[in-house]
């Protein structure tokens, strides 16, 4: 793999404001890397300045090698799909994915062949000739995809291309982006807000908030080691217990209400460091008695939702909200307003510095 786009401590100041602050990511050529956070954290500004529809108030973007920023936005070549980059609504399906190769100078013979093939690519063999308006919101998407790839660009942006879809389409449609992504092998930046959606599509995550990045990293590595407070909260269902590191050669910690815990970690820790210690919900288990060779803790139920084939058991262990994932059965044993046994194993306890 080589490092293919460079972002190099990008800043981005509207007047008093900091929209971006030292920002800055190496993607490899053929990556699929997805900007996850929370709205207003920066990712479509990150984009943009990427793109060259802004212009960021520090730092530099290369691809290959190359400085862009120097470059307009066309001369970047770089495919673009926003959620409401809406297609030229007087022309048809094909017309729409020709205009990039028109624009190239590329002949209306040729152009229009391959702007069918890319079509097909995007699964719209034989739609062609219909208008944006004779097209559902799924498929118009793909159009736009189509006209953002039909020119092999060297960079495929979408910034929430499926957020106005419904679920069932979204989900189809996040199959489809990434079989046709790896089929062209084109490095893409894909950006959601939804976290299942950067999940299951990314090959590497960067996580934003305020301005930065917060981590970048594989999805398994984004859930199981969360480097930030913010990460571990903000992906997936997490209980966050406020801790003391007590012996860091022994692996244990102290949490006021909890007591004495054991972790395991390869961290270099401190003894007296002050940690958050993570346990996603699914690997705690609920009972009526303490569990030998388990660190027990009493818990209150006070909200129990049910799925069918697994529950959530939402409660408290003293003052520390505490969530349990169960398997629909389990959650017999317990009712809302009783008061169980909630239990881990060492390598459960994911401790956090940050
Ligand atoms: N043209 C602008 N003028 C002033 N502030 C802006 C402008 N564009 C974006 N911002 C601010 O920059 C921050 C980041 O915005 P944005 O990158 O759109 O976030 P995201 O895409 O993560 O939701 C937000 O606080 C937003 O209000
Ligand atoms: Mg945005």
């Not at 879809?165 to 807000?193: A, C, P, W, Y």
Request: charged share 20%; glycine share 10%.
């Amino acid at each position: 793999m080589t490092n293919y786009l460079q972002l190099s401590n990008i800043t981005k100041t509207y007047g008093h404001f900091t929209a971006l602050d030292d920002v800055s990511l190496s993607v490899d050529k053929g990556e699929f890397v997805t900007f996850l956070g929370p709205s207003g954290s920066g990712k479509t500004t990150t984009l943009m300045i990427i793109a060259g529809f802004e212009k960021a108030s520090g730092g530099s973007v290369e691809i290959g090698g190359q400085s862009i920023s120097q470059l307009a936005p066309h001369e970047r070549n770089i495919g673009i799909v926003f959620q409401n980059y809406a297609l030229f609504p007087h022309k048809t399906a094909v017309e729409n994915v020709y205009f990039p190769l028109q624009m190239r100078g590329v002949s209306r013979s040729q152009g229009l062949r391959r702007a069918e093939d890319m079509l097909s690519l995007v699964g719209l063999k034989g739609f062609g000739h219909r208008h944006p308006k004779e097209l559902s919101g799924g498929q118009q998407q793909r159009v736009a995809l189509a006209r953002a790839l039909v020119f092999e660009p060297s960079l495929l942006l979408l910034d929430e291309p499926l957020g106005a879809l419904d679920k069932n389409l979204r989900e189809q449609m996040q199959i489809e982006i990434k079989r046709i992504q790896r089929s062209l092998g084109v490095t893409t930046i894909f950006v959601t807000h939804d976290q299942s959606e950067a999940m299951s599509m990314s090959d590497r995550i960067v996580v934003f908030e305020k301005g930065g990045i917060e981590q970048a990293a594989a999805p398994l590595d984004i859930y199981h080691r969360p480097q930030t407070s913010f990460v571990a909260a903000f992906i997936g269902e997490s209980n966050l217990i406020p801790a003391t590191i007590a012996s860091a050669v022994a692996g244990t910690a102290e949490s006021p209400t909890l007591g004495a815990f054991d972790y395991a970690s390869t961290d270099v820790l401190a003894d007296g460091q002050k940690v958050t210690l993570l346990i996603r919900p699914e690997h705690i288990k609920l009972s009526r008695n303490p569990i030998d060779g388990r660190k027990n803790v009493r818990m209150v139920v006070e909200t129990i939702v049910n799925y069918g084939d697994n529950a959530l058991v939402i409660g408290r262990a003293g003052d520390i909200p505490m969530r349990v994932r169960v398997l629909g059965a389990d959650v017999v044993i317990i009712k809302e307003g009783e008061e169980c046994c909630i239990s881990w194993m060492p390598d459960a306890v994911f401790v956090i510095t940050r």
